[in-house]
């Protein structure tokens, strides 16, 4: 199985801008598909966007996905950021290479550590 590390999270302003990386192992977007999810407190965690597509209603038009395959690299850039955001954010990768939204967090085996996202009003 490959790894996963997030890095990018920190504390902003509401309006303010973040991007996420999610870093991992060699061409893991070759067999698996990597996404970003996010869990706040008392709340389930919930399917954010795979790497070409952005699954949630309430961050589409303000957040996007993006992949560097050189690199390795999954992106999470979010504009526009609001305190319902604030949220610990994970990366993970379910196997095979085909995304489907909604995003079942049960199909994903391979997860990241996380990185908090904290957004003040």
């Known amino acids: 199985q490959g790894q996963l590390v997030e890095s990018g999270g920190g504390s902003v302003q509401a309006g303010g801008s973040l991007r996420l990386s999610c870093t991992t192992s060699?061409?893991?977007?070759?067999?698996?598909?990597i996404g970003w999810f996010r869990q706040a407190p008392g709340k389930e965690r919930e399917g954010v966007a795979t790497y070409n597509a952005v699954a949630l209603a309430s961050v589409r038009g303000r957040f996007t996905s993006s992949i560097d395959v050189a690199k390795n690299t999954l992106y999470l850039q979010m504009n526009s950021l609001k305190p319902e955001d604030t949220a610990m954010y994970y990366c993970a990768a379910a196997v095979g290479a085909g995304c489907s939204i909604p995003m079942r967090v049960s199909r994903y085996i391979i997860w990241g550590q996380g990185t908090q996202v904290t957004v003040s009003s």
């Open positions: 060699a061409n893991m977007y070759q067999d698996y598909c």
